[in-house]
């Protein structure tokens, strides 16, 4: 009897209708759990079915398949950023990508290391000014680290990507001030003596960033900076031959200088924007 009911089932195939139903994914059950168990057993039904199904659909599914399989798994760190509100795209620029996060972290230990250094040098020999000069100088260096060729293995990929450079300049420069403004203004408070005074620096810091940013398509992504620092070292320079007294704070530093970095700080954001379809041409031009 048995011998019998398995010679039966082996006969039986799925109807030819029904496989095409299940080839589009719209044969229902019980008619799909009988063909699902079926066609693990039988080699006639599924030669049928592979006959009948759209070879153009199999093909298009195979490719999902390997993509969904080859695609990487998002990091802990991108994971949070997504949940903090920030897209897919802009998370796995900052974080998913293992030389972009090595480009950023780089530039992030630098302004954090160079920051608590300065201050401690600064509070120790008990002299603000050294402290306020060299400060607005680590969001500068911070962004070119994190943008130019020095720390950046992939730069010359990034500056021919599909990707507008204005949008990769500004998520890494806004990594980097994050971290670079948020760490220097808390190193500046913890400065003995100090107090908000100390806080001084955070004007000719935009001031020099945004500066060097509005430069970078013409001067590039290294010489931008460099010419930047240059200047508000010249700045710095003619400030202390002309200062009074020691006791007296640098001009950059006194309440006429913080309006003109704020002015400065609020002219280089307008070029940069003015400038902004020009870093897919003059930065991609020097690389």
Known sequence: ?????????????????????YARGELAAPLLWSADTHLTACAHCRAVLAGVSDAAALDAGWERLDAELDAPRPGWFEGLLVRCGVDDGTARLLAATPVLRRSWVGAVVTVLLTTFVVAFSAGAAGRPTLFLALAPL????????????????????????????????????????????GTGALASLALPGFELSALAWLLPGLALTASGLALTPRLGPVGAPSAVAGAWVAVLSVAGAARAADDVPLAPFTAAGQGVCGAVAVAGVGLLLLVRDRFDTAVRGAA
């Open 138 to 181: 680590l969001p500068l260096a911070g962004v070119a680290l994190a943008y130019g060729p020095a720390l950046d293995p992939t730069y010359e990929m990034a500056v021919v990507a599909p990707l507008h450079g204005f949008r990769l300049l500004m998520i890494r420069t806004v990594a980097v001030l994050v971290v670079a403004l």
């Open 1 to 21: 009897m048995r011998d019998e009911d398995s010679r039966r089932r082996a006969a039986w195939h799925v109807d030819e209708d029904d496989l095409r139903a």
